[in-house]
């Protein structure tokens, strides 16, 4: 666990959404670092941490982390592999496809900021509602909205996961959602999948065929995965320290 002190400058209703795009007919997806090169300082924080103490999660290591202290908020990093966490057949089971991935799922693609139950999420740039829903299954996302931006002209859908009911609430398909608005709140245990309070925060270069995106994906399918959802850094900035690739356990 690293612990750090945060300072960065820089239910109610189901839209499914529609989409062409396949994995299979994909080809050029594009590059990232391009996309949003106009760094972090074009963008809001999601959650707002200034001033707020936060510590870095190990899910490498098996194992039950401790609670969060009273104030505190953690980060769970993207492309980490997390041996042990994920036991459902959700993620075991080659029937379980989500947007063309399948197998057994444990390399987290998304990146988690924890912190107490009803922490407001905000959108980090102007964009439209694409879908939200409610996602049931023990392990899932739970209620969840995905928001559409045109970020250098180029589409980038943004999934946040594990949200409270009433997120969903007074929500509709085209809606508008300006940079800083808060577009939903962490949700309970009850209610976000069964995991405690956080946002599951990923970007998508290819559209969504529903509120859902594969937030773990297996190490076959990794290559491809690291090309569809990039880095969330390069939107919310350098939340934790270590550069690109995939953090293996050690």
Not at 22 to 47: H, Q, Y
Not at 125 to 145: F, Q, R, S, T
Request: with cysteine.
């Amino acid at each position: 666990v690293i612990d750090m002190t945060h300072s960065i400058k820089e239910g109610f209703g189901s839209e499914k959404c529609s989409s062409n795009f396949s994995m299979e007919t994909s080809t050029a997806l594009p590059d990232a670092k391009a996309v949003f090169k106009d760094g972090v300082s074009s963008f809001s924080p999601i959650v707002k941490l200034d001033g707020k103490k936060v510590i870095v999660r190990d899910f490498t290591k098996s194992g039950t982390e401790e609670p969060l202290a009273e104030g505190t908020y953690d980060i769970g990093r993207y492309n980490e592999m997390r041996p042990g966490m994920y036991v459902s057949e959700l993620y075991q089971d080659q029937k379980n496809e989500i947007e063309g991935y399948s197998g057994v799922r444990n390399i987290h693609m998304g990146l988690d900021i924890g912190g107490p139950a009803g922490t407001p999420v905000h959108s980090f740039a102007d964009g439209i509602i694409h879908c939200y829903g409610y996602n049931p299954e023990k392990g899932d996302y739970g209620h969840v909205i995905i928001v559409e931006y045109q970020v250098n002209k180029t589409p980038v859908w943004a999934l946040y996961g594990h949200l409270s009911a009433k997120s969903c609430g007074y929500k509709h398909k085209g809606m508008s959602v300006k940079k800083g608005d808060i577009i939903g709140w962490f949700g309970t245990e009850k209610e976000n999948g069964g995991w405690p309070p956080h946002v599951h925060f990923q970007l998508s270069f290819i559209e969504p065929k529903t509120h859902d995106l594969p937030g773990v994906v297996s190490l076959a399918d990794h290559s491809r995965s690291e090309k569809q959802f990039p880095d969330p850094r390069l939107v919310l900035g350098p939340l934790y320290p270590g550069g690109e690739g995939l953090i293996r356990p050690k």
